[in-house]
């Protein structure tokens, strides 16, 4: 399955920018709600077992959200306790060696298997492809902490893909009806090529590059601080609040907050 190949090769990536770190950067917090880069591997890592579970261990799986529920802090708090005071370097490579054994597990498996979640059960491609793309989203993080500016590949064709399939699910998140169709898309891909969604004919379009459109849709930019153009009231009000994600509605980041930081030592 090529989305569990997209995967490794994501967390790859990673994996390079975090292996000349200095220890003490890990502690550091980001600009995502001040979490540190231990806590994004943590989180990262800890879907990572659960995704895992979905195949090898569905019980186990039941029984670690049931967990989760009960957890005094809520899940941030549970994913701390469950590692126990691992960081650095150490959680670098433990998250590391368990992305190879999850990649290998979703590799293998039937991309149309139904596997179960906290939510309705969903396909193993979907679920890979979930984990994918908040190790994309979550590295945004790690990238500008550290300011490094990030190098796409056409991979990021998964997250263009689940940003299109979750138009509707931005509105249903907050009870909401969409003010009218998908607006067009027209993305210029990290290679060069060009990836269209959505009926031409549509007054809405949104236009640019797709790193951006995923940047938007996974909440780590503002619409205001890309160059994507967006045409039409409908891409305006989907851009304004897009959300790729599961969950209870989130708010984009305001206008400015998160960015590429200076440049230091990595």
Known sequence: MQQAEDFRAESEALNALLQGADEARFSEPTQFKSWTIDAVLQHLYFWNIMAGFQITDEDQLVETMSKIASQKGGMRAFENDHFEG????????????????TADLFADADPKQRLKWAGPDMSARSSITARLMETWAHGQEVYDHLGVVRENEDRIQNIVVLGVNTFGW???????DPPG??????????????????????????????????????????????????????????????????????????????????????
């Open 86 to 101: 691992l960081s650095g370097h150490a959680l670098r490579k433990a998250w590391f060696a368990n992305v190879q054994e």
């Open 170 to 176: 931005t509105y249903r998140t907050r009870r909401e």
């Open 181 to 266: 169709p998908m607006p067009h898309l027209k993305l210029t891909a990290p290679s060069g090529a060009v990836w269209t969604y959505g009926e031409d004919t549509s007054e809405d379009l949104i236009e640019g590059r797709a790193e951006e459109f995923c940047q938007v849709v996974t909440q780590t930019r503002n619409i205001a601080d890309t160059d994507l153009i967006v045409t039409g009231p409908v891409a305006a009000d989907w851009m304004s609040k897009a959300q790729c994600f599961a969950g209870a509605p989130e708010t984009p980041p305001a206008p400015g907050t998160r960015r590429t930081a200076e440049r230091s030592a990595v």
